[in-house]
């Protein structure tokens, strides 16, 4: 199922008459007079200023990007040698900048001091690494279903922001808001085998970062729920660790998650209801431990006390 069923891809073909209208812009442009240019450069570089702080936002943002008015039909769309290209340079461009990453990683774990880092470090990366990358985790929906070159580039570019997350670079928030529905969505897609659901397992801290009051995080919030009948989640540890994690996130998703594990009670075979009371136990002791190191506590102890009526 895809997960951005509006959004499409448009091939390069699209753009052949951009260059003309380039050319008119050019022109008026010049026709203004030099001073005006002067002015226009200096509030693009502002603007471009501005753009690099918001990339450092650590905010996690909507997480379901729909596509606008104007966006060609699916049966519009062909493959050409254009766009293939351009899905090849994205994928090397990819491939390149966990290349970059990798020798970091690498020259960090030789560094004397690296055993002494903190565990909750994030370390610095060059603004450029950080807005490639962005650039390329920002086209994952769009790339959802556009041929077998685009599933491969897609595939790069999920690994690059999960290899982003576990090294602890900066902005590593950034690049999980639209790479966590994607994963969430491929662990209950039928072709799912367990290694999908081990790869969200690794990255469920960027879980804690949903903001669920925002409307953005609906269908998110339904593949979420989806998780609690799902054979893959059920039959794995990480699975129902997973589902016990869901326990601590939001309030209102634990009402919704005991409503959809008691449908499966009734029918559901011993090793089901073996696998549901493994959840409820670690979401309880998860509850318990959160309620003890919170000073508050308020919502952990809700939490709790809806895991222990459940």
């Known amino acids: ?3 951005v069923e509006n959004e499409e891809y448009v091939p390069a073909s699209a ?3 951009d260059d003309d209208d380039d050319n008119e812009e050019e022109g008026d442009f010049d026709m203004d007079g030099g001073e005006q240019g002067n002015e226009l450069d200096e509030e693009a570089a502002a603007g471009e200023a501005t753009s690099q702080q918001r990339s450092r936002r650590t905010s996690f943002g909507s997480s379901i990007v729909t596509g606008g008015p104007g966006t060609i039909a699916a049966q519009e769309i062909e493959p050409d040698a254009a766009s293939t290209e351009a899905l090849l340079f994205l994928r090397s461009c990819c491939l390149l900048t966990e290349s970059y990453l990798r020798g970091l990683v690498e020259r960090r774990s030789n560094s004397a001091s690296a055993s002494a880092t903190s565990a909750d470090r994030e370390y610095g990366i060059i603004d450029e690494a950080f807005q490639v990358a962005e650039l390329l985790h920002d086209a ?3 790339l959802q279903s556009c041929g077998p070159v685009a599933v491969r580039v897609q595939s790069a570019i999920s690994a690059l922001c999960e290899y982003w997350w576990h090294s602890a670079f900066e902005g590593r928030e950034q690049l999980v808001t ?3 529905p994607l994963l969430v969505a491929k662990t209950l897609d ?7 659901v081990k790869r969200l397992y690794a990255i469920r801290g960027a879980l804690d970062l949903l903001d669920f009051a925002d409307p953005s ?4 919030r339904s593949l979420l729920l989806r998780t609690a009948s799902s054979p893959h989640y059920l039959r794995t540890t990480e699975g129902r660790r997973i589902i016990a994690h869901l326990f601590q996130l ?3 998703l634990v009402s919704d998650l005991h409503r959809s594990i008691r449908v499966q009670i009734p029918d559901a075979k011993k090793t089901i209801l073996d696998a549901y009371g493994d959840i409820y136990l670690r979401a309880w002791k998860d509850a318990a431990s959160a309620v003890e190191d919170s000073a508050a506590g308020s ?3 809700a939490s709790a006390e809806d895991i222990c009526s459940a």
Do not use: P, Q, T, W
């Open 1 to 3: 199922r895809s997960v």
């Open 15 to 17: 753009y052949e008459n």
């Open 140 to 142: 994952l929906f769009s």
């Open 178 to 180: 639209m790479l966590v």
């Open 190 to 196: 039928g072709a799912a085998a367990k290694s999908d």
């Open 217 to 220: 995080i609906d269908y998110l």
């Open 250 to 252: 939001d309030a209102e």
């Open 299 to 301: 919502e952990e102890e």
